[in-house]
């Protein structure tokens, strides 16, 4: 079964300029979360959609947002960027098994304010 | 508010030893705990699930205890090798939703040959 996907893998953008980040899940997964990672603040949570409807929603700005389409495929926006929003961004999917979710994550996208 | 946190920040050790990675956590009431293992530039592995009923896990060389009462878990790598080189992070489910994990810093691990 493939594993979780994310496209690009690297991005290099301006400052002011937005960005769409796409996340493919493990099929039959139904849930997408979203994460940064960066040297100073670590794994940070972004949000979470299921079903198409977003199910919880980390502390960061309205600058963030993200929708998942039927097929559970998800994106995530992040507009007038900001040299802080550089960063590994990483998407996870999960399946509900034995009463608890393990989720599974992409390899990420890097992406470079500049 | 949840707060994971890993120590040591940091560790290097000979090939062929035994180590014991720590985690804990403020708020005993957790759904599960996974452990995962990140590779330079790359996404996460995960190693280990425990659920919050369960005690321990074992994978290979790998066991993963969990002790909610206190607030903590060990991750034990036995006989290790320089492949095990990695950084290795715990997440707890922060509430909410089951989507949402809470990272610790990480322990960043050296093995040499």
């Known amino acids: 079964k493939a594993g979780v996907t994310q496209t690009p893998r690297y991005l290099i953008k301006t400052r002011g300029q937005q960005v769409t980040l796409s996340c493919s899940p493990i099929?039959?997964?139904?849930?997408v979360s979203w994460y940064q990672q960066t040297p100073g603040q670590g794994l940070q949570f972004l949000f979470e959609y299921f079903s198409e409807t977003q199910r919880n929603k980390g502390n960061f700005p309205g600058r963030f947002s993200g929708r998942q389409f039927s097929n559970s495929r998800s994106e995530m926006n992040v507009s007038t960027l900001e040299l802080g929003d550089s960063a590994l961004y990483l998407c996870?999917?999960?399946?509900?098994?034995?009463?608890?979710?393990?989720?599974?994550f992409g390899p990420g996208t890097r992406l470079t304010v500049t | 508010k949840q707060e994971v946190t890993q120590i040591p920040a940091a560790l290097s050790v000979p090939e062929g030893e035994n180590l014991v990675l720590n985690c804990s956590f403020t708020d005993s009431a957790i759904y599960n705990l996974q452990w995962f293992r990140q590779d330079p530039g790359k996404g996460l592995t995960s190693l280990l699930l425990i659920q919050s009923s369960q005690r321990e896990q074992t994978s290979g060389r790998l066991n993963a205890s969990l002790d909610k009462s206190s607030g903590r878990s060990t991750l034990y790598i036995a006989a290790s090798q320089p492949g095990d080189s990695a950084t290795y992070l715990c997440a707890v489910i922060g509430g909410g939703s089951q989507g949402n994990l809470i990272f610790g810093k990480g322990t960043k691990l050296s093995v040499k040959p």
């Open positions: 099929s039959g997964h139904r849930s």
């Open positions: 996870a999917s999960s399946l509900k098994k034995d009463g608890s979710y393990e989720q599974y």
